[in-house]
């Protein structure tokens, strides 16, 4: 079967980029077509299923091991032409970088997050903790690869936490769950609802606002898709903290403090 093409723009308008700004997160509906989603979808699920290396129960993993099924990189992968250009596609690259305010942007990682039946919550968080880059302009897009609820899990944020930048070395657990609960209600900021999605709707969130997912009480995988962009010509900082020392080794290899962020698993897309 020939794949879609991805390449053809998402109409964002200036209303959608002035509530990404102020929020630091968007809901943003059929990025993807179900004629699309159809096409790819079933290749990203294969491929997350065949390079899976958490087979423990869930009653045998930590608080973030439950959260979800993380399995990064699938864009790379030798056998996934599919996900390549899933991943890669100009559309979503786009309104990453038009909601950003950059001319190009650069893949940071993919990563499939599923949530299986009876998997446990998310933990309040930070995205951009684990990544040792220069810019505060970075962006992950979320987009279930079937029909969501929140009873499966939904992200949920909270609006306009991202204005506060680094809030400390606090990893995805249940301590960045409780600081981060307190600071929200401290704070005041309003928590966004999660609402159902379709599959080839879409998130789009900053790298600092705080966002968490409710555990997964149906008895149905919440399948999502995730990309992580951030902009062309960053640089990388000095990796404090074993998160950021990980992440330089793994996503940005053969970089240093100061280069540019440019490895060959991070192209302008």
């Not at 999502?224 to 903290?241: C, E, K, L, Q």
Request: proline share 6%.
């Amino acid at each position: 079967m020939e794949l879609p093409d991805l390449s053809q723009e998402y109409p964002l308008s200036a209303e959608n980029v002035a509530a990404y700004r102020a929020n630091g997160h968007i809901l943003l509906r059929d990025v993807a077509s179900p004629e699309e989603m159809a096409a790819y979808g079933p290749a990203i699920v294969e491929a997350a299923i065949r390079y899976n290396t958490e087979h423990r129960a869930l009653e045998e993993r930590d608080t973030y091991k439950k959260a979800f099924l993380q399995i990064m990189n699938l864009w790379a992968c030798d056998d996934a032409d599919a996900v390549r250009r899933f991943v890669l596609a100009r559309r979503f690259a786009k309104i990453a970088a038009d909601l950003m305010g950059v001319e190009r942007v650069r893949l940071y990682h993919d990563q499939a997050l599923f949530k299986e039946a009876g998997g446990g919550y998310t933990p309040w968080h930070q995205d951009q903790h684990y990544w040792p880059l220069d810019t505060d302009q970075t962006i992950t897009m979320w987009m279930p690869l079937v029909d969501v609820t929140p009873e499966m899990g939904v992200l949920h944020f909270a609006s306009g936490s991202h204005t506060s930048g680094s809030l400390g070395e606090f990893p995805i657990s249940d301590e960045s769950q409780d600081v981060f609960r307190r600071f929200i209600a401290e704070r005041g900021f309003r928590l966004s609802q999660s609402q159902p999605m379709a599959a080839g709707d879409a998130t789009f969130h900053s790298g600092w606002v705080l966002h968490a997912a409710a555990p997964n009480t149906t008895d149905t995988i919440r399948k999502a898709m995730t990309m992580i962009y951030y902009p062309d010509g960053a640089r990388v900082v000095n990796p404090v903290g074993e998160g950021r020392q990980k992440d330089l080794a793994r996503w940005l290899p053969g970089c240093k403090p100061g280069d540019l962020a440019a490895s060959e698993l991070n192209p302008v897309v």
